[in-house]
């Protein structure tokens, strides 16, 4: 059975990976994290979409709950992860940081952005998780 990503997924991806081009192209690569989350979510707020960020995700596991197991970077319009990224090189683990992300918040979309790769395009890391 394939996996169908919805429109409003496949809408909100290309506006991220719009966004993230723009934002990179003018600020550069290098600066610190938290600077492109607050240029990303200023500019994908001024084009409309909803972005929360620093989401607190509560996690269970067997008879304990923890309010806050992590902070997502950026959920937008309420149907995309973020996870963003300014280091020299990603790992795996970034990559099974995002897919872990993904499943426990039961989104389908995620995006790794690593704004310290000299062209945005190589920095740009699309994972879906396949509930």
């Known amino acids: 059975m ?12 290309r506006a991220v990976v719009d966004v993230a081009v723009a934002v990179h192209r003018e ?19 001024r084009r409309g979409f909803a972005v929360r960020r620093q989401v607190p995700v ?3 596991w067997r008879d304990l709950h923890f309010e806050e197991g992590f ?3 950026m959920i937008v319009d ?21 897919l872990t992300y993904l499943r426990l918040t039961n989104l389908k979309l995620g995006y790794l ?16 998780n396949n509930l």
């Open 2 to 13: 394939g996996f169908d990503m919805g429109r409003v997924e496949e809408r909100v991806g």
């Open 27 to 45: 600020m550069g690569p290098g600066l610190l994290e938290s600077v492109y989350e607050v240029v990303m979510g200023a500019e994908l707020g």
């Open 58 to 60: 509560s996690i269970n």
């Open 71 to 73: 902070r997502a970077d």
């Open 78 to 98: 309420g149907c995309v992860l973020l996870e963003l990224k300014s280091v020299e090189h990603l790992h795996n683990a970034h990559r099974k940081q995002l």
């Open 113 to 128: 952005l690593n704004f310290a790769e000299p062209l945005m395009r190589q920095g740009i890391t699309r994972t879906v």
